[in-house]
C-alpha cells in the first residue's frame, strides 16, 4: 500500500512540474529590410584592377 501511495504522489508532482504544453513555441522570425544599393562602384573596382594589371606591361 505505501508502494502505491509513493508512486501516486510521485506521479502527481511529476505532471504538476511540467509547465506549459509539451508543443514547441512559436518564435515569429524578424524582418529585416535591406536597401538597394547601386552598382556604380563595381565599375570603378574594374578599372582600377586593369590599371594594376597594365602596369606591369607597360613597364617593359
Do not use: N
Given at each position: 500500500?505505501?508502494?502505491?501511495?509513493?508512486?501516486?504522489?510521485?506521479?502527481?508532482?511529476?505532471?504538476?512540474?511540467?509547465?506549459?504544453?509539451?508543443?514547441?513555441?512559436?518564435?515569429e522570425?524578424?524582418?529585416?529590410?535591406?536597401?538597394?544599393?547601386?552598382?556604380?562602384?563595381?565599375?570603378v573596382?574594374?578599372?582600377?584592377?586593369?590599371?594594376?594589371?597594365?602596369?606591369?606591361?607597360l613597364?617593359?
Amino acid at each position: 500500500m505505501k508502494h502505491i501511495l509513493t508512486a501516486v504522489a510521485f506521479v502527481a508532482c511529476t505532471t504538476a512540474a511540467s509547465a506549459g504544453s509539451l508543443a514547441d513555441p512559436v518564435i515569429e522570425a524578424p524582418i529585416i529590410v535591406q536597401e538597394a544599393s547601386s552598382s556604380s562602384s563595381g565599375k570603378v573596382t574594374v578599372a582600377l584592377l586593369a590599371l594594376l594589371l597594365m602596369i606591369p606591361a607597360l613597364s617593359d
